[in-house]
């Protein structure tokens, strides 16, 4: 685990009717499912909540991006949901492409035997874990955080 930061990380997976959102244990261990928030304007309330529940060193949200890795509506609505928490919550947040996370996570359910109509109410919870998970094991691997970090709006944007 060279170069892994200790701390328990917040994973959110933002969606237009739904935001799942997962965490996992200071270690990097386990991602474990945690909430599905339904989408309204409460929704960054209610993770702000979770937030001060499990005290994360940081939060992961996913960047949906197409296959090709560009832009998508879905993209700008997931960037301006993260910059929103981050002026709210004032943590550090990474932006991480998600490409396949719902797919994994519809993949994983039907495994389990799940109908799509049954896990409706916690895909969002599953993809967030997958994210999440993925962007742990990508720092225990490369010793360096995954994603973009979102620049706070007390520090001028980094060139990365």
């Known amino acids: 685990m060279s170069g892994f930061r200790r701390g328990t990380r917040i994973g959110i997976d933002v969606g237009k009717a739904r ?9 990097g261990m386990l991602a474990v499912p945690v909430e599905t928030v339904p989408r ?13 529940e499990w005290e994360p060193l940081e939060v992961v949200v996913g ?4 296959m090709r890795g560009e832009e998508t509506l ?7 949901f ?3 928490l981050q002026r709210r919550c004032g943590l550090d947040i990474r932006m991480v492409d ?9 993949t994983a359910l039907r495994a389990s035997g799940r ?5 409706r ?6 993809a967030a874990v997958v994210l999440l998970q993925h962007a742990v094991d990508t720092e225990k691997s490369t010793g360096k955080p995954a994603g973009a970090l979102i620049p706070s709006a007390q520090e001028p944007p980094r060139d990365v």
């Open 19 to 27: 935001v799942g959102v997962a965490r996992c244990d200071p270690d």
């Open 115 to 119: 109908t799509q109509k049954k896990s």
């Open 74 to 80: 879905s993209t700008a609505d997931a960037r301006d």
């Open 121 to 126: 109410s916690i895909v969002d919870q599953v």
């Open 40 to 52: 309204s304007e409460a929704s960054i309330d209610r993770i702000l909540e979770l937030i001060a």
């Open 98 to 106: 998600e490409r396949l996370s719902t797919v994994s996570a519809h």
């Open 82 to 84: 993260a910059e929103e």
């Open 63 to 66: 960047l949906p991006v197409n």
